[in-house]
């Protein structure tokens, strides 16, 4: 049976970290392209960090990149995708699912059932 799992979500106050993981049950993770899909209560969804099957490769949305606040690594021991978020902001709560497929930002193959964080000021 092919799943995704994320868990690691939670409450953190503001300035905290949180480590969310993906676990992959009935396929490779290695075999596809990562994207951990943020989305908060009455906002779209936003595709916050990828990384690619190809080369392994990073891509970080604007809103996240350039700070390095999150970083996304795989653990092809494990099966996972892992996203560290350091520096929490309360802009980064949400429920964040992570979602794979060929290519970073979709279409996308499979989806998880989300893990919510939420951030404390």
């Known amino acids: 049976q092919v799943q995704l799992v994320e868990s690691g979500g939670g409450l953190v106050q503001s300035g905290g970290s949180l480590r969310l993981s993906c676990a992959a049950s009935?396929?490779?993770?290695?075999?596809?392209?990562v994207s951990w899909v943020r989305q908060a209560p009455g906002k779209e969804r936003e595709e916050v960090v990828c990384?690619?099957?190809?080369?392994?490769?990073?891509?970080?949305a604007d809103s996240v990149k350039g700070r390095g606040r999150f970083t996304i690594s795989r653990n092809n021991a494990k099966n996972t995708v892992d996203l560290q978020m350091n520096n929490l902001e309360f802009e980064d709560a949400g429920t964040y699912y992570c979602?794979?497929?060929?290519?970073?930002?979709?279409?996308?193959?499979?989806w998880g059932q989300g893990t919510q964080v939420t951030v404390s000021s």
């Open positions: 009935g396929f490779g993770l290695d075999y596809y392209s």
């Open positions: 990384i690619s099957r190809s080369d392994g490769s990073t891509v970080y």
């Open positions: 979602a794979v497929g060929g290519s970073c930002w979709g279409p996308y193959d499979h």
